[in-house]
């Protein structure tokens, strides 16, 4: 078929399934605008790149298949970046369109010319530049592969706009051949049996279930799992929601903010089921002492993660899914009666003894209370998401979730910013979900603009401030490990979000009083229109509990 | 412990596979002493060689690393002993009078080196060899007076029957 570049584009877009575009149209995209115009594709035109990328990203954690975007060349691509380096550190396939210049133009410092390849090179899994117009659908077929198979991550194309606007004849492949690129699925036999073995001579295991789980899909794997060999279940922050938290055996998320039983049962384990992780530093605390006495299990797709940060003593590389069920076949005839009964009594013990108190009264509101209060309000179903900071390890912590895909944040990069983009892709993803965004004042302020995109597209998230007039992160630390030298941290007392709220047309709700928060909530959820709900939180009120950084993971400050 | 290693890695020949190798290199921290690429037996392949100091686990995440790149087909470590390095050098000497140019043309010799280009003032000298046989024939020269060096740094390739293929 001879066919434009840029009806190429949104051919091959429609091929792969796209149904909707996050993104800002700039002079090097106006052609590939011109022909979505007439495309079965919903474009959202966000208010600044930045929440374009979030958004897409947000959209394929919560469906699990490529979100996109598309931005202008130089300025338009820049912005993209901070949301690209998201999506990379948290193994979301996201496929990313930039304009670029006319060929003939690159490289002369042309008007918004950048080199996003050379740019997004660290941060994106892969990236093409496309040089002739008849390579379209071959490099869209191949961004799209790359970006949603084997471990996940996002995937730029830049266009330049003579590509757009040239014609050529293109055919549209099924599929693609990439001679360097072949991810392992199937755990190795052998592993698997050494795998099998170390989980039945185990008295103390834990199983540590990260992001990955949540990527394959292996949440019922997992349940079975842990109830066959009767081992209790922890979680990383990319993890939460791969095993319901209300669950006897669940105790909840790890690391520096992590759940104390949890913290403990890692460091007290005598065998490690890593499941889907990287061991994050915030994750492990100092590796050293991480999980002391444990035999450790690493299931990854990624080799390159086996050994990389912790060491593996039975590493499996391959696909969660896959490698428990090959596991679960094996431990189905062998496993007689688990050895694992003092211990899950003694981690139950724990998990009772330090459940934490959420029922405070307190004005201004606790974090907890607030938290609390939106836990109770939610369905299982329905998704959170949350800005960087104090607020999201609140939720981290407090905010128990039973099902995959329904607790989004920014782990790896950690991007203040996020949630509230990310937010919005969700609830494009899943609009019969309720959908809130934990954020604080400092994260809100930083894409706040997407105000106006979620109320001209109708895309009704509730955004929850837990408003403390600081960068109440940073603010913990000064105050902890900084003598109470606080630099930089006070936000004072613009702007008034209630006001900003109804500025974009949005529903703005003050809320003071332990009391008024359910009535909020209701009144949020039902608006018929996005809603900021504003909680005055206590403003010095920290995250506990706390492992110091360099430290074990048992050295809780409280 | 610190060791050099030396690895290869065959890649697609196309724009920019050379910065995403490089770029991995220094994203990653890794310490890297020689970089080369050229072409190889199997068209739009190159053949990429680097000399990584470090020791095993620090081998073990550069080479799965490059494995990651998309363009990046095959990663191999060849043991030094079991193969042939070999470098290529450019030296120019200066020669201020006929004794010295003779000197330096007899250390050529002995280096089994050529003499690629004559002037009045200089002279450049080709040079293959491994890093030792390259470090000696630069001492010696020191003393005529050396006015430029390009080296093309590492390649290697093993002994025998073996070799890095696509697929084995």
């Keep these: 078929m001879r066919m434009k570049g840029a009806e190429a584009i949104v051919k091959a877009l429609e091929r792969e399934g796209v149904e909707v575009i996050f993104g800002i149209p700039g002079g090097a995209s106006i052609p590939l605008y011109d022909e979505l115009y007439d495309a079965n594709i919903r474009h959202i035109l966000t208010r600044h790149e930045q929440g374009a990328a979030h958004a897409a990203d947000g959209y394929a954690r919560v469906q699990g298949k490529a979100g996109v975007c598309s931005a202008t060349s130089g300025p338009g691509a820049t912005n993209l970046t901070t949301g690209i380096a998201t999506a990379y550190m948290d193994s979301s396939p996201v496929v990313a ?109 834990v199983i540590l279930a990260g992001g990955g789980v949540i990527i394959s899909g292996a949440s019922p794997e997992l349940m079975e799992l842990a109830e066959l060999i009767m081992a209790p279940v922890v979680t990383t922050l990319m993890g939460k929601g791969s095993f319901p938290e209300s669950h006897p055996l669940a105790l909840g998320v790890l690391g520096m903010h992590g759940r104390k039983a949890a913290n403990y049962a890692v460091t007290d384990a005598d065998l490690l089921i890593a499941i889907g992780t990287r061991f994050s530093d915030r994750s492990t605390g100092m590796v050293s002492c991480f999980a002391p006495e444990a035999k450790i299990i690493h299931i990854d797709i990624d080799p390159a993660e086996i050994g990389k940060n912790v060491r593996a003593d039975i590493p499996v590389v391959g696909d969660a899914k896959r490698v428990l069920r090959q596991l679960l076949r094996v431990l189905r005839e062998m496993m007689r009666q688990a050895k694992t009964k003092a211990w899950v009594e003694k981690v139950q013990r ?209 | 412990m610190e060791d050099t290693h030396y690895i290869v890695a065959l890649v697609e020949d196309r724009p920019g596979v050379m910065q995403r190798v490089s770029g991995l290199l220094r994203k990653r921290n890794f310490n890297i002493d020689s970089i080369s690429v050229g072409e190889t037996e199997i068209p739009g392949i190159s053949r990429i060689t680097m000399t990584v100091r470090g020791d095993r686990v620090t081998l073990e995440q550069v080479m799965k690393q490059l494995n990651k790149l998309i363009e990046v087909v095959k990663v191999s470590e060849l043991n030094p002993r079991e193969s042939v390095i070999r470098e290529l050098a450019l030296i120019k000497v200066s020669v201020k009078n006929e004794a010295a140019r003779a000197e330096v043309v007899q250390y050529a010799n002995i280096f089994r080196g050529r003499i690629v280009d004559v002037a009045k003032q200089s002279m450049v000298v080709e040079i293959t060899g ?21 080296r093309t740094g590492k390649t290697i390739m093993a002994r025998g029957a073996k070799s890095v293929k696509l697929r084995e």
């Design chain 1, 97 to 205: 369109f930039t304009g670029q210049v006319a060929t003939p133009f690159i490289g002369k410092d042309a008007f918004q010319e950048t080199d996003v390849i050379g740019i997004t090179m660290p941060i994106t899994k892969h990236n093409f530049q496309i040089r002739s117009v008849a390579e379209i659908p071959e490099v869209i077929k191949r961004a799209f592969h790359i970006a949603q198979t084997g471990r996940p991550g996002p995937v730029l194309i830049d266009l330049p706009k003579d590509m757009q606007e040239g014609e050529a004849e293109v055919e549209f492949p099924d599929k693609v051949e990439i001679v360097g690129y072949k991810p392992t699925y199937e755990g190795h036999p052998r592993q698997i049996k050494a795998a099998a073995k170390a989980i039945l001579e185990a008295e103390r295991p």
């Design chain 1, 350 to 558: 724990w998990k009772k003894e330090f459940n934490p108190r959420m029922d405070y009264d307190d004005i201004p509101l606790k974090p907890h209370r607030v938290i609390k209060e939106i836990m109770d309000f939610l369905g299982e179903e329905d998704i959170v998401t949350t800005e960087v900071g104090q607020c999201q390890m609140w939720a981290h912590h407090y905010l128990g979730r039973t099902k995959p895909r329904t607790f989004i944040s920014s782990g790896g990069l950690g991007t203040m910013g996020f949630g509230f983009p990310a937010a919005m892709g969700a609830k494009v993803a899943r609009p019969e979900a309720k959908v809130i965004d934990i954020a604080g004042d400092g994260s809100f302020l930083m894409n706040i603009q997407e105000l106006a995109t979620v109320v001209e597209n109708n895309i009704n998230v509730v955004v929850a401030v837990f408003d403390n007039r600081y960068l109440g992160m940073v603010r913990q630390w000064q105050e902890l490990f900084y003598d109470r030298r606080y630099s930089a941290v006070n936000l004072g007392s613009s702007p008034d979000f209630v006001k900003v709220a109804e500025a974009f047309g949005a529903l703005g709700l003050r809320v003071e009083k332990p009391g008024e928060i359910r009535d909020a909530l209701s009144e949020a959820f039902d608006a018929g229109k996005p809603a900021v709900i504003d909680f005055i939180i206590d403003r010095e009120c920290n995250i506990f509990p706390m492992v110091p950084p360099g430290r074990c993971l048992k050295d809780i400050i409280e």
């Design chain 2, 130 to 150: 491994d890093e030792d046989k390259i470090r000696a024939f630069i001492e010696l020269m020191r003393s005529y007076g050396i006015k430029e060096i390009a």
